[in-house]
């Protein structure tokens, strides 16, 4: 009985390790395309934000250049309002003795009113 | 609801149609709507810049009276304003219109009407001299309403 022996001159080389070709470029290539991918992409993006600034500014100026304007017309109807509603409140509290007319603050500065003297209902104007 | 409380909308019958009294001199309210102001507003400041600065120096030097003591400066304001806008649309009526439609159609972005915009400043500067400038832009750039190339710029 001959014993199970290795073949004459030994067993061939197994192999192991995988045999595959490398795909694609070196992987610090793919590390460099990204930097400067990102990079330009930071660039344009400042160059955006930088134009949206100079858009904001032409914007707020425009509005800074009409305020003027609007307030002198808030401020005239403001007054009108005002006026009518101290002739309202004179009228309407002719017969209280001692009654103050004007401003409830201690302050001559100008408050804009929260409640409204008005006329009763039936004196009112309906404008429609 | 255990209210019976009857619907009011007084806001509609509520409306103070006093005028002014006579001892304050009238003034013609500019009566432009947004649009249109918004063509107008570098114009505005260009020509009425002092008015604006009185005005607003007024306001602030009246300690909260403003609205009182400010009518006379508020006046001037105004008449410098309505006398811009009736110049433009005097000599420039037709570009006026165009820029201030295409405001109105385009959300009121002036970076997006800029092909409009020039030939109104082109019209307003050769026939009132008065002309657009941003304060504090930075002066080595050119001045946003005038590039021709940028990321907002030519894409609409």
Same mark, same amino acid.
């Given at each position: 009985?001959?014993?199970?022996?290795?073949?004459?001159?030994?067993?061939?080389?197994?192999?192991?390790?995988?045999?595959?070709?490398?795909?694609?470029?070196?992987?610090?290539?793919?590390?460099?395309?990204?930097?400067?991918?990102?990079?330009?992409?930071?660039?344009?993006?400042?160059?955006?934000?930088?134009?949206?600034?100079?858009? /904001? @500014? !032409? +914007?707020?100026?425009?509005?800074?250049?009409?305020?003027?304007?609007?307030?002198?017309?808030?401020?005239? =109807?403001?007054?009108?309002?005002?006026?009518?509603?101290? /002739? @309202? !409140? +004179?009228?309407?509290?002719?017969?209280?003795?001692?009654?103050?007319?004007?401003?409830?603050?201690?302050? =001559?500065?100008?408050?804009?009113?929260?409640?409204?003297?008005?006329?009763?209902?039936?004196?009112?104007?309906?404008?429609? | 609801?255990?209210?019976?409380?009857?619907?009011?909308?007084?806001?509609?019958?509520?409306?103070?149609?006093?005028?002014?009294?006579?001892?304050?001199?009238?003034?013609?309210?500019?009566?432009?709507?947004?649009?249109?102001?918004?063509?107008?507003?570098?114009?505005?400041?260009?020509?009425?810049?002092?008015?604006?600065?009185?005005?607003?120096?007024?306001?602030?030097?009246?300690?909260?009276?403003?609205?009182?003591?400010?009518?006379?400066?508020?006046?001037?304001?105004?008449?410098?304003?309505?006398?811009?806008?009736?110049?433009?649309?005097?000599?420039?009526?037709?570009?006026?219109?165009?820029?201030?439609?295409?405001?109105?159609?385009?959300?009121?972005?002036?970076?997006?009407?800029?092909?409009?915009?020039?030939?109104?400043?082109?019209?307003?500067?050769?026939?009132?001299?008065?002309?657009?400038?941003?304060?504090?832009?930075?002066?080595?750039?050119?001045?946003?309403?005038?590039?021709?190339?940028?990321?907002?710029?030519?894409?609409?």
């Amino acid at each position: 009985m001959v014993q199970d022996l290795p073949p004459v001159g030994g067993y061939g080389p197994v192999q192991y390790r995988r045999n595959l070709p490398p795909r694609g470029f070196r992987p610090s290539h793919y590390l460099f395309a990204m930097g400067a991918l990102c990079a330009y992409g930071f660039w344009e993006a400042g160059k955006g934000i930088k134009e949206q600034r100079e858009l /904001a @500014r !032409e +914007k707020v100026w425009s509005r800074i250049h009409l305020i003027p304007m609007l307030q002198a017309e808030v401020d005239r =109807d403001t007054v009108r309002r005002q006026l009518a509603a101290d /002739a @309202r !409140e +004179k009228e309407l509290m002719k017969d209280v003795p001692g009654w103050k007319n004007g401003s409830v603050y201690n302050s =001559d500065r100008y408050v804009r009113p929260n409640y409204v003297v008005t006329p009763s209902q039936d004196n009112m104007k309906r404008t429609r | 609801m255990a209210t019976s409380r009857e619907p009011n909308f007084n806001q509609e019958i509520l409306i103070d149609t006093t005028p002014l009294p006579p001892s304050i001199p009238k003034v013609q309210e500019v009566g432009a709507t947004s649009g249109p102001l918004l063509s107008a507003s570098f114009f505005i400041g260009d020509r009425c810049k002092a008015y604006n600065e009185d005005y607003m120096l007024c306001k602030q030097e009246a300690g909260g009276k403003g609205e009182f003591e400010c009518l006379k400066e508020g006046r001037r304001v105004t008449r410098c304003a309505t006398s811009v806008i009736a110049d433009i649309n005097k000599h420039c009526l037709s570009e006026f219109r165009a820029h201030w439609k295409c405001l109105d159609n385009n959300n009121q972005q002036l970076y997006k009407c800029r092909d409009v915009e020039r030939p109104l400043n082109e019209c307003v500067f050769n026939s009132l001299k008065l002309t657009k400038t941003i304060p504090g832009a930075p002066a080595d750039q050119t001045p946003i309403h005038l590039r021709t190339k940028g990321t907002y710029i030519g894409r609409y």
